[in-house]
């Protein structure tokens, strides 16, 4: 009865403050204009400063904002490659406002949430954020995940088997489990998921993807140990359709791709519905004509939908969902099934994934979420083969099936309060993974293991001054993990110093933890002439937890008419009580690893970024990472101190020119240093390889695109690209030969020389 009477009273409490929200107030509307063209600008955002209220611009370019609870409130106007502008608002200047924003570079004038959780322009935020915004998404002509993540500073993307082609992506120099995806700010994406995960997400799904470097397990959890990448996914905004076509040739192997979106909203713009689909055929690609591929078939299929209805003015309910179908095989004999073939690695996925969550303002101040989130992982898998064509081998190599399940769900509620200067954040989390693996040959390597995690978190952001001048972020987790007996602490601090409009100062200390559990590549079985290698984890497996600190300084601002960017970040985070791996025994086809806690790693260094438009049409941005990554003491397998298959030098420079509103080109030049790749090597009646370290070339890759857009018909447009990857053919040159190669040893770019033409049409 007591628990009955305290909800009454709460939803009582919350109705007024609903119904004093919803009265009184400044009614604000405008336009906002393009300053160049003086054409209106579709989807730029105003949001009232230091509160949760803020509206979009639509088709021609209007917006509104209905009872403002404030005095003089200022208004910070923004839009995805313009420079903002902050006004602020009297008695006699509310409506019928006009706003004209001057073209800047390309991430300047976004809306980034992942550093801290909340809304913050990309170039005010206290926490460096990175940003893959749709249009370089569209520029690359990047497909999925992992090709959109290829032209961005301190972070890579590899694959790390030419014969499934598992990938994964480092920042800085970090193992991929090191870094924890995120999909609309939520952990949906498991260890299992995250094997092949990065190839899964169409392009299709994606509107924005924003990464912060450095421990972020403060609001994030176990995972955001090097950093953060968070996919946000496609909000129906504006009424239309559009079907594409994507075909490659990567060196004469055919690579397809259908796509298909649509999306309405309503007129009040109180609902909305995005749908979406894809479909992509890629056949196998041989090297050095061994017979064994160096890039595996793939066949998969994407469907999904994201939706909102406003049931109350100051409410919202979104619903998303989508399915993911893929089939991947690698190795050789693909006019066999696989266990007929000599050497096979296949997978077939099936994906189920969506979130349904509730958003309310309940004022001015005040406002809090509550969200779910799922993903139902179900795999087949053969990682084997077919040793000589005895009976008694054609029955071992049945053995090599394998099944996975992996339901995992999480939940959670966040209130977000306004208050002089302070944006408090408070929130908890509950995480269920579950993960029965039946991959390996071997009854005794099969996992059944199920991973709870709890967290509270609690976190001030505070703005000394209306001009915030100096930002502080200061804020911790507390989770209490199912594989540990302990409670983790992640605290964080972070700062912003304005020196000027032009010129901030950034510094931070972050933590991040990574839990016991089942990290994605031991659910990579990589096959070495039928042996399987599975890694486990010690008895008494303690966790990882890194201490990052950041220091840097940004200048965004034009110089005379030009945008520039410049920018420098030192960074070091230490890494205490590393995983590494010992190997164990051997037992036929089974290559027994476990993984154990060293003394510790760490990596330090400096990035450098620079962004420039001398021309209205003509942008330039590059970015480039120097750093150092070593383990205390020197790993047994490798006899190194060194981290592997991570170059000390990487970088990028991209331009793009827009000779018109029809015609644009686009180039990218990326650069990868040399690094340690282990290679291991088969030896005639020598059950355990002998394993080697070597050093690798430095690779330079070019692309080129040009891209058309034509009016055929009323209401209907065209847009038709033609270009190179990889220009040159960078591409690893001492390959593995045969049924013995090492699969995993594979560096440097993942394609060779690709030849691409889209066709789009837009309703």
Not at 455 to 481: C, T
Not at 719 to 731: A, F, H, P, V
Not at 747 to 760: A, D, I, K, M, Q
């Amino acid at each position: 009865m007591k628990r009955i009477i305290i909800a009454i009273i709460f939803f009582v409490s919350l109705n007024q403050s609903l119904m004093s929200y919803s009265g009184g107030g400044t009614n604000i509307s405008g336009r906002v204009l393009d300053a160049s063209t003086k054409e209106p600008l579709i989807g730029a955002n105003i949001i009232v400063k230091m509160t949760n209220l803020g509206a979009a611009t639509d088709i021609n370019g209007y917006f509104e904002l209905k009872r403002v609870p404030l005095e003089n409130p200022e208004l910070i106007i923004s839009m995805v490659g313009y420079q903002s502008i902050v006004f602020r608002l009297n008695d006699k200047n509310t409506e019928n406002l006009t706003f004209e924003l001057k073209p800047a570079l390309i991430e300047m004038g976004s809306v980034v949430v992942t550093g801290t959780n909340t809304l913050h322009l990309y170039e005010n935020t206290s926490v460096k954020t990175e940003i893959v915004p749709k249009k370089l998404i569209q520029q690359q002509s990047a497909c999925n995940l992992a090709q959109a993540l290829g032209l961005q500073t301190g972070v890579m993307v590899e694959n790390d088997c030419n014969n499934c082609n598992f990938t994964q992506v480092r920042i800085l120099g970090f193992d991929g489990k090191y870094s924890q995806i995120l999909i609309d700010g939520d952990p949906v994406v498991s260890s299992l998921g995250g094997v092949y995960g990065l190839e899964h997400y169409p392009q299709e799904m994606i509107e924005q993807i924003e990464i912060v470097k450095g421990g972020g397990s403060s609001l994030y959890g176990g995972g955001a140990v090097a950093g953060t990448i968070n996919m946000m996914t496609r909000r129906p905004a504006f009424n239309g359709t559009k079907i594409y076509y994507s075909g490659n040739s990567i060196d004469g192997t055919p690579d397809h791709q259908i796509g298909a979106i649509a999306e309405i909203v309503s007129n009040d713009n109180k609902s909305g519905f995005y749908v979406f689909g894809s479909t992509r055929d890629r056949g196998s690609y041989d090297r050095n004509g061994d017979g064994y591929s160096e890039l595996g078939k793939l066949k998969n299929e994407t469907v999904g939908f994201k939706g909102y209805i406003r049931p109350l003015e100051n409410s919202e309910l979104q619903l998303s969902f989508h399915r993911i179908v893929e089939d991947r095989r690698g190795g050789g004999d693909f006019d066999k099934p696989v266990h007929e073939a000599s050497i096979a690695e296949w997978t077939n996925h099936e994906k189920w994934g969506g979130k349904l969550r509730w958003n309310q303002k309940v004022n001015a101040s005040l406002e809090y979420k509550i969200n779910y989130a799922f993903s139902l992982l179900d795999r087949d898998s053969y990682y084997g083969g077919l040793s000589d064509d005895t009976p008694e081998a054609k029955l071992q190599a049945l053995k090599y099936y394998g099944h996975s399940d992996n339901p995992l769900h999480t939940a959670g509620i966040q209130a977000n309060y306004y208050l002089s200067g302070h944006i408090i954040t408070a929130g908890v989390q509950y995480d269920y993974d579950k993960l029965i693996d039946k991959s390996v040959s071997s009854e005794a390597y099969y996992v059944d293991e199920i991973f709870r995690n709890f967290g509270v978190y609690l976190q001030d952001e505070i703005s000394f001054d209306s001009e915030e001048h100096l930002q502080l972020v200061g804020g911790a987790r507390f989770d209490k993990h199912s594989a540990l007996s302990d409670w983790i602490v992640s605290p964080r601090i972070n700062a912003k110093i304005k020196l000027w409009d032009a010129l901030n100062l950034r510094a931070g200390f972050t933590t991040g933890f990574k839990a016991p559990q089942i990290f994605d590549e031991d659910l990579h079985i990589c096959g070495l002439e039928g042996t399987q290698r599975v890694i486990r984890n010690s008895a008494g497996l303690k966790e990882e937890k890194s201490y990052s600190y950041t220091f840097g300084a940004e200048f965004q601002d034009f110089v005379g008419d030009i945008p520039l960017l410049a920018g420098v970040t030192l960074f070091y985070t230490r890494l205490s009580g590393a995983y590494g791996e010992k190997f164990v025994s051997s037992d036929g086809v089974i290559e027994y690893w476990e993984r154990i806690n060293s003394s510790g790693a760490r990596v330090q260094g400096i990035e450098f970024d620079f962004g420039v438009k001398p021309l209205n049409k003509l942008e330039i941005r590059s970015g480039f990472t120097f750093k150092k990554n070593q383990y205390d003491d020197i790993q047994d397998n490798y006899n190194t101190k060194e981290f592997l298959r991570t170059p000390d030098i990487f970088g990028y420079v991209r331009i793009a020119y827009d000779y018109s509103n029809k015609f644009s080109l686009f180039t990218a030049v990326k650069y990868t240093g040399s690094m340690y790749v282990p290679h291991e090597i088969a030896v005639d009646y020598q059950d355990d390889p002998v394993i080697e370290v070597n050093k690798s070339r430095e690779f330079v890759e070019i692309d080129f695109a040009l891209n058309y857009k034509l009016n055929l018909i009323e209401n209907l447009a065209a847009e038709i690209s033609l270009g190179i990857k990889n220009i040159t053919d960078q591409y690893q040159d001492d390959l593995d030969f045969g049924v013995d190669r090492d699969p995993g040893y594979v560096y440097g770019p993942s394609s060779p020389r690709t030849v691409y033409l889209n066709l789009g049409f837009k309703l």
